[in-house]
């Protein structure tokens, strides 16, 4: 992870741009999120805008976000966030983050640490890392704003 990226995957990029740097990686489209397959198992997830997100948007931001990757997720252990990779232990996760904010969404823990324009993403189930991901940190501002980030897209 650097800055807005996640390796393949960036905040802030275009779809159409983010697809062709995915090109050949198997690429399943549903309603605003590209999953794509990733080489020594695992999955790529980048989440887009949606029309239910975008009704709760102030008009500027619904602007600058339009089109483009808002989240992106991976279950793949060839990338890691700060150390944590798929298969890391909760707790150590926790520590490897520092502050975060813990997220109760269905049966699984999220993890959110702001760093300046973006949230890095960890979530967690039954004690285990079981993705992480990096988000646009202007749609996780709250508690209520993170859950409905997360809410989005079948990614719980």
Same mark, same amino acid.
């Given at each position: 992870?650097? !800055?807005?990226?996640?390796?393949?995957?960036?905040?802030?990029?275009?779809?159409?741009?983010?697809?062709?740097?995915?090109?050949?990686? $198997?690429?399943?489209?549903?309603?605003?999120? %590209?999953?794509?397959?990733?080489?020594?198992?695992? $999955?790529?997830?980048?989440?887009?805008?949606?029309?239910?997100?975008?009704?709760?948007? $102030?008009?500027?931001?619904?602007?600058?976000?339009? !089109?483009?990757?808002?989240?992106?997720?991976?279950?793949?252990?060839?990338?890691?966030?700060?150390?944590?990779?798929?298969?890391?232990?909760?707790?150590?996760?926790?520590?490897?983050?520092?502050?975060?904010?813990? #997220?109760?969404?269905?049966?699984?823990?999220?993890?959110?640490?702001?760093?300046?324009?973006?949230?890095?993403?960890?979530?967690?189930?039954?004690? #285990?890392? %079981?993705?992480?991901?990096?988000?646009?940190?202007?749609?996780?501002?709250?508690?209520?704003?993170?859950?409905?980030?997360?809410?989005?897209?079948?990614?719980?």
């Amino acid at each position: 992870m650097s !800055g807005n990226r996640l390796r393949p995957a960036q905040i802030g990029r275009t779809r159409t741009a983010q697809r062709a740097v995915l090109l050949g990686a $198997d690429l399943r489209k549903q309603r605003g999120l %590209d999953v794509s397959c990733v080489t020594g198992g695992g $999955d790529f997830r980048v989440g887009y805008p949606t029309a239910g997100l975008n009704r709760t948007l $102030d008009p500027s931001l619904r602007t600058k976000v339009r !089109g483009r990757a808002i989240l992106t997720l991976t279950s793949s252990s060839r990338f890691s966030l700060r150390g944590i990779k798929p298969g890391t232990r909760e707790k150590a996760a926790k520590q490897a983050l520092g502050r975060a904010q813990r #997220v109760s969404v269905g049966t699984n823990v999220w993890y959110v640490a702001r760093r300046g324009g973006i949230v890095q993403l960890v979530k967690t189930r039954r004690g #285990v890392v %079981d993705e992480i991901g990096i988000g646009d940190a202007r749609l996780t501002g709250s508690v209520a704003k993170t859950k409905r980030f997360l809410l989005i897209w079948p990614i719980q």
